[in-house]
């Protein structure tokens, strides 16, 4: 690791948004909700309607997914963080602080809500939901060795490292009974998955140095948006039917399926679009929508419970939706803002580091293919 002083002026860290990113992080934060809420009740729901056989139903259940949606979330992280520090040094303690502040400060009002909805597993250890949130940290809290070591391991060769550990753990641990990958703990799940999140990583290396696509010409289809958002979702049902009826579990697959979450996002940032779209606008408060649909759905549910029902459950969507949105707004925000304050205000002496000395190692790095 270089120690070197101080560059002159503050590294910001509102990097230069890509449009197509915040549009995966809706769809995958979506996803998880209408998974946890609306994918339990499908079957039923469906067999109440013209459908008379019980095949259609039954597979309705598969349509919405949790965990492969997360693993979106994982190449996406990877991609935001590098993405900003392929050209430029890493302040490694104003990062570290402000990327803890980003997500423990909305990941704390959501425990807090949880435990008024009384939801005992949500916490840190026992990993409902914020499973992925712990893992998160700990990718923050190690990129600063990623970067230093992609001047002698490229991050593509990093990848494969990864996937070499990830599948060692879980050959030895195994998996319960639903095949999960999130199943072996806070010391665990994030070295499982790990090459999802440096997927992102390669990508990022890749984006920037591919030629951008001619937005003047219609691109081939094999890479439109719309191909692979829909290949993502079967292939994410499939292997949520996998998982649920055969030994073929998430713990085999998710790594496999982040590389084609890699071609996804690549796709979603290379197509032109309009700006401002709905997409674009609800993956701006994904992470909100994310850790808050379940315990604000709770807390209707407890305050109704007299009341309650599959209907008034369904009916109750939109308002846990605008309540994430608040919320989003009173804390996530906020803690944006704040997360940035503090990033530019913290200058240590040194302490930086910078992916491109000494080494050619990115520039031979471009793709996984």
């Known amino acids: 690791m270089t120690i070197r002083s101080e560059p002159e002026g503050n590294q910001g860290t509102k990097a230069e948004h890509l449009a197509g990113i915040d549009g995966v992080r809706?769809?995958?934060a979506l996803s998880v909700v209408f998974a946890h809420i609306v994918g339990p009740e499908l079957p039923d729901l469906l067999k109440h309607t013209a459908l008379t056989t019980n095949v259609i139903p039954d597979l309705a259940q598969y349509i919405f997914t949790g965990h492969p949606a997360v693993i979106a979330f994982f190449v996406v992280s990877g991609f935001c963080?590098?993405?900003?520090?392929?050209?430029k040094p890493l302040p490694i303690l104003p990062f570290y602080i402000a990327r803890w502040i980003r997500i423990m400060i909305p990941a704390l009002v959501?425990?807090?809500?949880?435990?008024?909805?009384?939801?005992?597993?949500?916490?840190f250890w026992d990993g409902y939901i914020l499973w992925s949130v712990v893992c998160e940290l700990c990718y923050y809290m190690l990129y600063p060795f990623f970067l230093w070591a992609s001047r002698w391991v490229s991050w593509r060769k990093q990848f494969y490292l990864a996937m070499l550990l990830s599948f060692s753990i879980v050959t030895v641990l195994g998996t319960n009974q639903f095949g999960s990958a999130h199943i072996y703990g806070p010391f665990l799940n994030w070295a499982v998955a790990l090459p999802s999140w440096l997927a992102g990583c390669v990508l990022a290396e890749t984006i920037h140095k591919t030629v951008p696509f001619r937005h003047d010409l219609p691109p081939p289809f094999f890479a439109s948006v719309i191909f692979w958002r829909l290949l993502v979702a079967l292939v994410a049902s499939l292997l949520y039917w996998a998982t649920m009826n055969t030994s073929l579990g998430y713990y085999l697959t998710m790594?496999?399926?982040?590389?084609?979450?890699?071609?996804?996002?690549?796709?979603?940032?290379?197509?032109?679009?309009?700006s401002n779209n709905t997409l674009e606008w609800v993956g701006q408060w994904s992470y909100s929508l994310y850790l808050l649909h379940m315990p604000l759905m709770m807390i209707i549910a407890r305050s109704l419970k007299h009341f309650w029902s599959v209907t008034l459950m369904l009916t109750s969507l939109p308002l846990v939706l605008y309540g994430t949105f608040l919320l989003y707004r009173k804390v996530e925000l906020p803690a944006h803002a704040y997360a940035r304050r503090i990033f530019r205000s913290v200058n240590p002496r040194g302490l930086y580091i910078n992916a491109l000395a000494h080494s050619d190692s990115v520039v031979k790095d471009r793709s996984l293919v």
């Open 26 to 28: 809706a769809l995958a």
């Open 81 to 87: 963080i590098h993405y900003p520090y392929i050209n």
């Open 110 to 123: 959501a425990m807090v809500l949880a435990k008024l909805a009384r939801l005992h597993d949500y916490n």
């Open 255 to 274: 790594n496999g399926f982040a590389l084609l979450v890699y071609f996804w996002i690549r796709a979603e940032v290379v197509t032109k679009r309009r």
